[in-house]
């Protein structure tokens, strides 16, 4: 006992790696108990870790670096998205444009555009594979990246897909670092993100590629700290290339512009220019693919996700339990449609009616403005909680942090063959959640009474 007290950070780090090593090579999703041990015996390690004084913050650092090392060289487990990442990567090095051209096609022809055609349509399944891809053009050079070190080994294609993503997390660490600074807000924050299992997890070792979207949006909101919004327009729209999901954060730029300048018409000029630089570069980002079926396909592709698509989702089965109450049938097609305009709507008001002048306040909204997308989706994913966790470090609300923990419950679904969602470890999920949401804005409100 002596020992362990004397070197319990030893003895946490050596667990955490023994943990993650186990994670990453010698689990089944299917094996829910076994997750979910894993799980939160690395959540455990990862509080001590974030809040242990004794840990100076290159130790920090370092432990960032090791526990995404000890995935390096293995095979995701929790997704296999990554095989239609390679898939669409070696299609632009075979000079074919993925956005035109169904994998399912090519397998039904009995013809193999590129190397390995059937292990990855295989990998990826006839659902990703009867798609267009819906991935943006940033996003599609990651691929080319890939591509372009292994063209003929799916193995080396995951480690140069890694490697990128890594690489993304540690340029997250270095500006959000710069921000916290400027901020003067305690720089181990940033561990809320970088040291968490899940992203760590489902980033890392999953290859989702969140942390490159992440990295251009945090190196944009520095530039803005900076007052380079020119440069800041430019870096969101390739975060945007990427993934789509900043684009719900244009309109909450609007007080920071015309409330930041003496002159309103100054400040409104700005946003203008700033919104038109970063509409134009994200539309220049996409010809070097365009074509006449360009904008169906994808716009077919996304809009899939409003229409068909079903999984873990919040108030969306509410809303369909309801619909099957009254009507006899899944009201997707018209849920679907009504939650964007929601959240439009709330987007609309938090932009008018919601201090946004100081950087925490813009980010504080644009988490708030994300998350009720997300509670509202008919979809979500796990590794879509990484946006709401960067954001959140930069601001006095931390219930993405539950949430990253909590969210492992989705994951019951896979243990069924066929999938099939448990909706009580869903309700399980959202109650956890909701529960700590609410604490949290009510104690935030009590403070500002005091402060007040």
């Not at 870096?235 to 954060?249: D, E, G, H, N, Y």
């Not at 919601?354 to 994913?381: D, E, I, P, S």
């Amino acid at each position: 006992m002596q020992f362990l007290s004397k070197h319990k950070n030893i003895v946490l780090i050596l667990i955490s790696t023994i943990l993650y090593f186990v994670f990453a090579y010698n689990l089944e999703r299917t094996n829910f108990n076994k997750l979910v041990f894993l799980w939160f015996g690395l959540f455990g390690c990862f509080y001590f870790f974030v809040k242990e004084k004794s840990i100076n913050t290159t130790t920090l650092i370092s432990l960032t670096l090791l526990f995404r090392l000890v995935f390096l060289f293995s095979f995701p487990n929790l997704s296999q998205d990554f095989y239609r990442f390679i898939w669409d990567g070696r299609m632009i090095l075979n000079g074919l444009n993925p956005y035109l051209s169904l994998p399912e096609t090519f397998i039904a022809e009995g013809t193999q555009p590129i190397a390995e055609a059937y292990n990855l349509y295989n990998g990826m399944g006839p659902m990703n594979g009867s798609h267009y891809t819906n991935y943006p053009p940033i996003n599609q050079l990651c691929f080319l990246i890939a591509a372009l070190f292994s063209s003929k080994s799916i193995f080396g294609a995951i480690i140069a897909l890694r490697a990128l993503i890594i690489l993304a997390d540690v340029g997250i660490v270095y500006f959000a670092g710069k921000i916290l600074e400027k901020l003067h807000l305690p720089a181990k924050n940033i561990f809320w993100y970088a040291l968490n299992p899940f992203i760590i997890i489902e980033m890392t070792g999953n290859l989702h590629f969140e942390p490159v979207m992440l990295f251009f949006l945090v190196w944009s909101f520095y530039k803005l700290l900076q007052k380079k919004w020119i440069f800041a327009a430019i870096l969101l729209a390739c975060s945007i290339s990427v993934k789509l999901i900043p684009l719900l954060f244009l309109p909450l730029f609007y007080q920071w512009f015309t409330k930041n300048n003496n002159n309103w018409f100054k400040g409104a000029q700005q946003l203008i220019s700033f919104y038109a630089i970063t509409i134009l570069t994200t539309i220049a980002l996409f010809l070097p693919f365009y074509s006449s079926e360009l904008i169906a396909n994808y716009s077919n592709s996304v809009g899939l996700w409003f229409r068909n698509f079903e999984f873990n989702a919040s108030f969306y089965y509410i809303f369909r339990e309801i619909g099957y109450l009254f009507r006899g049938y899944n009201e997707i097609a018209i849920i679907g449609k009504i939650t964007p305009v929601i959240t439009i709507l709330f987007l609309a008001y938090i932009t008018f009616f919601r201090k946004n002048k100081t950087l925490v306040q813009l980010l504080t909204a644009t988490l708030f403005g994300l998350c009720f997308y997300y509670f509202t989706t008919t979809t979500l994913h796990p590794w879509y909680i990484a946006t709401p966790l960067i954001l959140c470090v930069f601001t006095k609300y931390r219930f993405p942090v539950i949430w990253s923990i909590v969210i492992i419950f989705s994951y019951q679904a896979y243990s069924n063959f066929p999938w099939k969602e448990n909706l009580w470890f869903v309700g399980l999920e959202y109650v956890i959640l909701y529960s700590f949401l609410f604490l949290e804005l009510y104690r935030n409100k009590q403070h500002y009474k005091i402060v007040k």
